[in-house]
């Protein structure tokens, strides 16, 4: 009888324990615009995120016709970790827009504006010596 009474009680408390520490779902949205200010469509929009020292991610979407994206987000988190901070960044083929970071808020996390402004840069790289 005590045995499952013990057992019944571990049952119990690995329940709450679960409650408690879940997974942190969030809904990472915005908008992204060209140089100009113009709504920019199906740009690349990359989230990712770090708890402490523990980098994670990313998460990838792409932008709809009027520049808008959505994109969710599933952290496993302990208890005991920190509330995770986002960075979040656009890109078209050739350039890339300034990183935003963001601290960690229940629900949606509206972003400001990702502005696409800046190029990529490329550098050449030189053909490996085995392949020729």
């Known amino acids: 009888m005590r045995l499952i009474v013990l057992a019944l009680a571990l049952l119990a408390s690995q329940d709450a324990f679960a409650k ?3 997974a942190t779902f969030r ?3 915005g908008s992204v ?3 100009q200010g113009a709504p920019l469509p199906n740009a690349a929009v990359g989230v990712s995120w770090a708890i402490g020292r523990k980098p ?3 998460a990838i979407g792409h932008t709809d016709a009027d520049g808008r994206y959505s994109i969710p987000v599933r952290i496993r988190t302990m208890c005991s970790d920190p509330a ?3 960075s979040v960044r656009a890109y078209t083929a050739t350039q890339h827009s300034q990183e935003e970071r963001l601290e960690d808020s229940p629900g949606r996390l509206v972003v400001p504006t990702l502005r696409v402004t800046e190029k990529i840069h490329f ?3 030189a ?3 085995a392949t020729n």
């Open 20 to 22: 408690k520490c879940s």
């Open 27 to 29: 809904s990472v949205s």
């Open 33 to 35: 615009t060209d140089s």
């Open 56 to 58: 994670g991610g990313p």
């Open 84 to 86: 995770p901070k986002y």
């Open 123 to 125: 550098e050449p790289v």
């Open 127 to 129: 053909p490996d010596e």
